[in-house]
């Protein structure tokens, strides 16, 4: 509300003109000058300071962090190949809700509240930065964008591998109309393995929220209710093939399956973007931090936040089908950069001020956006597409196991913020 009655009278229509020019170049100047080079320090940091100690426990950070980002990240595609890791078992859905759980306490606890931290800074003047909430408005805005990003990336991909055109023999073989339910269309999309399925539906009978709509109606009109629609799903797992007969589809799980893939892709790409974005702020505050008493706890805590977001990410890369080549580009891009942050971090520490103005607000914003994005891929991408899925309202146990994964995985994370 200040910050409103602070812009109210500029907006007088009298004055209109001559005082919106005002403002702009009031506002704008009020920004650069909150931002000004000046120097805030941290009575508490300073007193723990001792460099040498600092950068021993750098260098011990970098290459724990490396190994936990390499680890979590390449067991999903190692493990792919391995029966008791692959993408469809109940083992890696258990898995990758733990790691969902860490990525939206992430988001949540770490990076909007860091984002908080920093644009309430005392060093920051009140103009602005203390009349509007910015971190929330960030972070609206990044997972507005996200989606936005997802809907039109599905679209491109979609296109691009022709599952969103259907033709004219696809048309025909388009849902069926119940006299005794609900009207509905389903567009049924053939498999290479002669296997159906309704569009959107992801392997290990999953479904993305995008296709939940159409997945649903069409439950409606070719699959049994209740237990008998559960028991069809599991006894046609893990090779489900249609009747012949045209009653139905079926659950394919091969892994060339385009319409499961493209998913999969625009989920990667966007979940690698999150968390690049502030692997790079994580890493350069680590890397000018002269106080061992603000690293030692960091390092364990960065670990364990690398292993799970790698293998989160890991997952969706193995998912998407993606070329060796480009798996391995993605993984390492991963993997190298909250060392890579640290390592810019060193190089910098003797004239970086962390807390500067300038620095305060980048590391803001930077930490808001990124909590908008890794809350909507944690929410959307992640949990909503194997929580809402067939297979898990038909799997009691799969469902009680995956629960309380997240649960744990959400709570640990949390719990970390105590110390980093």
Same mark, same amino acid.
């Given at each position: 509300?200040?910050?409103?009655?602070?812009?109210?009278?500029?907006?007088?229509?009298?004055?209109?003109?001559?005082?919106?020019?005002?403002?702009?170049?009031?506002?704008?100047?009020?920004?650069?000058?909150?931002?000004?080079?000046?120097?805030?320090?941290?009575?508490?940091?300073?007193?723990?300071?001792?460099?040498?100690?600092?950068?021993?426990?750098?260098?011990?950070?970098?290459?724990?962090?490396?190994?936990?980002?390499?680890?979590?990240?390449?067991?999903?595609?190692?493990?792919?190949?391995?029966?008791?890791?692959?993408?469809?078992?109940?083992?890696?859905?258990?898995?990758?809700?733990?790691?969902?759980?860490?990525?939206?306490?992430?988001?949540?606890?770490?990076?909007?509240?860091?984002?908080?931290?920093?644009?309430?800074?005392?060093?920051?003047?009140?103009?602005?930065?203390?009349?509007?909430?910015?971190?929330?408005?960030?972070?609206?805005?990044?997972?507005?964008?996200?989606?936005?990003?997802?809907?039109?990336?599905?679209?491109?991909?979609?296109?691009?591998?022709?599952?969103?055109?259907?033709?004219?023999?696809?048309?025909?073989?388009?849902?069926?109309?119940?006299?005794?339910?609900?009207?509905?269309?389903?567009?049924?999309?053939?498999?290479?393995?002669?296997?159906?399925?309704?569009?959107?539906?992801?392997? %290990?009978?999953?479904?993305?929220?995008?296709?939940? $709509?159409?997945?649903?109606?069409? =439950?409606? #009109?070719? +699959?049994? *209710? !209740?237990?008998?629609?559960?028991? %069809?799903?599991?006894?046609?797992?893990?090779?489900? $093939?249609?009747?012949?007969?045209? =009653?139905? #589809?079926? +659950?394919? *799980? !091969?892994?060339?399956?385009?319409?499961?893939?493209?998913?999969?892709?625009?989920?990667?790409?966007?979940?690698?973007?999150?968390?690049?974005?502030?692997?790079?702020?994580?890493?350069?505050?680590?890397?000018?931090?002269?106080?061992?008493?603000?690293?030692?706890?960091?390092?364990?805590?960065?670990?364990?936040?690398?292993?799970?977001?790698?293998?989160?990410?890991?997952?969706?890369?193995?998912?998407?089908?993606?070329?060796?080549?480009?798996?391995?580009?993605?993984?390492?891009?991963?993997?190298?950069?909250?060392?890579?942050?640290?390592?810019?971090?060193?190089?910098?520490?003797?004239?970086?001020?962390?807390?500067?103005?300038?620095?305060?607000?980048?590391?803001?914003?930077?930490?808001?956006?990124?909590?908008?994005?890794?809350?909507?891929?944690?929410?959307?991408?992640?949990?909503?597409?194997?929580?809402?899925?067939?297979?898990?309202?038909?799997?009691?146990?799969?469902?009680?196991?995956?629960?309380?994964?997240?649960?744990?995985?959400?709570?640990?994370?949390?719990?970390?913020?105590?110390?980093?």
């Amino acid at each position: 509300m200040f910050f409103i009655e602070d812009i109210l009278p500029l907006f007088r229509l009298d004055r209109f003109g001559s005082n919106s020019t005002l403002f702009r170049e009031s506002f704008s100047q009020t920004i650069i000058d909150s931002m000004s080079n000046t120097s805030c320090q941290s009575s508490e940091l300073e007193a723990c300071r001792d460099e040498p100690a600092a950068l021993q426990l750098k260098l011990i950070a970098i290459a724990s962090i490396l190994l936990a980002g390499v680890v979590g990240v390449g067991i999903p595609l190692i493990g792919k190949h391995r029966k008791f890791l692959r993408t469809d078992g109940s083992l890696f859905v258990s898995a990758k809700a733990f790691a969902a759980g860490v990525i939206l306490a992430t988001g949540f606890v770490h990076m909007l509240a860091g984002g908080t931290k920093a644009l309430t800074d005392p060093c920051l003047p009140k103009f602005p930065w203390s009349k509007f909430p910015f971190p929330g408005f960030f972070a609206m805005i990044a997972s507005l964008v996200t989606l936005l990003v997802d809907f039109m990336g599905t679209q491109y991909y979609e296109r691009k591998q022709g599952i969103g055109r259907a033709s004219t023999e696809e048309q025909a073989r388009v849902g069926s109309l119940d006299p005794d339910s609900d009207t509905g269309i389903v567009l049924v999309v053939d498999n290479k393995d002669g296997a159906r399925k309704v569009f959107g539906e992801e392997e %290990g009978g999953g479904m993305h929220i995008v296709g939940m $709509h159409a997945h649903a109606a069409h =439950h409606r #009109h070719s +699959h049994p *209710h !209740g237990q008998d629609g559960c028991d %069809g799903l599991l006894k046609k797992r893990p090779h489900d $093939h249609d009747d012949g007969h045209g =009653h139905g #589809h079926g +659950h394919g *799980h !091969g892994h060339g399956d385009d319409d499961s893939s493209v998913r999969h892709v625009v989920v990667s790409q966007i979940l690698e973007l999150g968390i690049v974005s502030h692997s790079v702020i994580i890493g350069l505050s680590l890397g000018v931090s002269q106080s061992p008493c603000t690293i030692r706890p960091l390092i364990a805590a960065l670990s364990f936040h690398q292993f799970f977001e790698g293998f989160a990410l890991g997952g969706c890369i193995a998912q998407a089908q993606f070329k060796n080549l480009s798996a391995t580009i993605m993984a390492c891009f991963f993997a190298t950069t909250t060392p890579a942050g640290i390592g810019i971090g060193i190089g910098v520490a003797s004239f970086y001020n962390p807390y500067s103005p300038a620095a305060l607000v980048t590391e803001g914003i930077l930490d808001s956006l990124s909590a908008g994005i890794l809350v909507y891929m944690a929410l959307v991408d992640l949990i909503a597409a194997d929580f809402l899925s067939k297979r898990m309202s038909c799997n009691f146990r799969l469902q009680v196991v995956s629960y309380f994964m997240l649960f744990l995985g959400a709570g640990l994370m949390a719990a970390l913020a105590i110390w980093a």
